[in-house]
Structures are given as C-alpha cells and as structure tokens.
C-alpha cells in the first residue's frame, strides 16, 4: 500500500512568492518521522527539514516550514520568498520507528520558479 | 569533508553482463541503503544495511546483490538477472537507530544505462 502521498506532479511559482507541496502519509505507528529531500536536475538528494510525530510545533528550517496536521496526517513543505534555485523535484519521506531501514518515498513534485 | 561518493557518476553495460557500483563514505555511520530511481519517480529501496556483515533485501531485491565487508563500503552489484536495470542509483547513509528521526545523507548517484 502506498504510505507517502504527494498529489502534485508539477508546480509553478512566481519568484518571491511562498508555495505549498502537499504530503499526505499513511501509518499505524505511533512514532514515525517526516522528511523533505529536494533533488535538482543533477541528481543528488539534499535533506531539507524533519518533523516528528510527537513534535508539537512545527518544523522550520530558514526559508522552509512543514506544515504538520498529525490527526490529518499531513506534512506540507512550505518554501517562503521563492528563489530560482528552488526549481527542482522534492520528495517527501517517511520513516516509522519500528521498522529500521525502510524509509518510504513519495512520487515527488517537480516546482518551477518563474522570473 | 565528509560524505558519501559514488563512482562511476555513469555507467554502460552490455546486456547480460553484472556491473557493481561503488559506494564508500567516511561519516562513520553504521547503517547504509540503495535505492533505485527511475524517470519521473520516486526512490524505491534494494538492500540497506545497518552493521557490518549484515543487510536486508529491501522492496526490489530481485537480481540485484550486496557485501559489507567495512563499515565504509556497501557496494551494490547489478546482476544479468535484473530484467531492467537502467536506472539512477542512489547509495545513503545514516546513523543506527531505532529511533525514527536519523536523516539519511546521499552520495551523488550513478546512472546506469544497458545498451
């Protein structure tokens, strides 16, 4: 069953303006941990921000925010004042605390920032 | 600097032949992964493994095998019987634990193409 959700193939944002990627999550555990990787066009995987379950606030991490809704379970990046740079694919993860190993990937959205 | 490094960055095999990526990092984490990538997807997972002499077939095992002789190294060996090897492959690492929120750190990838 798919455990990490992200409904959004592709994305637009004007530079300077803020966007959301959505990821939705699917766990029985109680302890898991939420992950956002970006990836640019050459390849390599760049960790962005973690939120864990039993975090009460939510994560921030310079110009990126998680917007966490456990009952929801949801974990939307929230990346402010858009750069060019930010245009890359961005992953969402999930590891859950019983299972070592096995972080589960989302499909990935692909944001363009626009000039 | 610490990290991970994988070599070669691309990779042309002939059909029917194994070909191993190497994967080597110098962050003194006991636990290392493999993942597969292809086109416009997410990571899946091969094997990881969390100490020396020792790893777990992960989602996509099948035709594909490992050896953790160091702590260092993970090494991942593609053989004749993975039906569709093209692909980019992506080594990380962590640290052990049984707690959810260790990161994991990526080497840059491989991208493997059978000709």
């Known amino acids: 069953a798919q455990k990490i959700t992200q409904t959004q193939p592709g994305m637009f944002v004007q530079e300077k303006e803020a966007v959301t990627l959505d990821c939705t999550y699917d766990?029985?555990?109680?302890?898991?941990?939420l992950f956002w990787y970006k990836q640019p066009s050459s390849g390599e995987m760049i960790f962005l921000i973690y939120?864990?379950?039993?975090?009460?606030q939510n994560a921030t991490e310079g110009r990126y925010s998680l917007n966490f809704q456990k009952a929801r379970k949801s974990a939307n990046l929230v990346i402010s004042a858009s750069q060019l740079g930010d245009s890359a694919m961005y992953f969402c993860a999930m590891r859950e605390g019983r299972v070592l190993g096995d972080m589960r990937f989302g499909a990935g959205t692909r944001l363009t920032v626009k000039p | 600097d610490g990290g991970i490094t994988q070599s070669p960055k691309y990779l042309f095999r002939k059909e029917g032949q194994n070909v191993t990526l190497s994967c080597e990092q110098n962050?003194?984490?006991?636990?290392m992964y493999w993942y597969r990538q292809d086109p416009g997807q997410g990571l899946r997972l091969i094997y990881y493994s969390q100490i020396v002499n020792d790893f777990q077939k992960g989602d996509i095992a099948e035709g594909y095998s490992v050896s953790r002789e160091k702590k260092e190294s993970f090494p991942l060996t593609v053989t004749s019987a993975q039906k569709n090897p093209t692909a980019f492959y992506l080594c990380a690492s962590s640290i052990r634990s049984l707690v959810a929120y260790n990161e994991q750190f990526f080497g840059p990838g491989t991208r493997l193409t059978v000709l």
């Open positions: 939120q864990g379950s039993y975090d009460e």
């Open positions: 766990t029985s555990d109680q302890s898991y941990g």
């Open positions: 962050l003194n984490h006991d636990a």
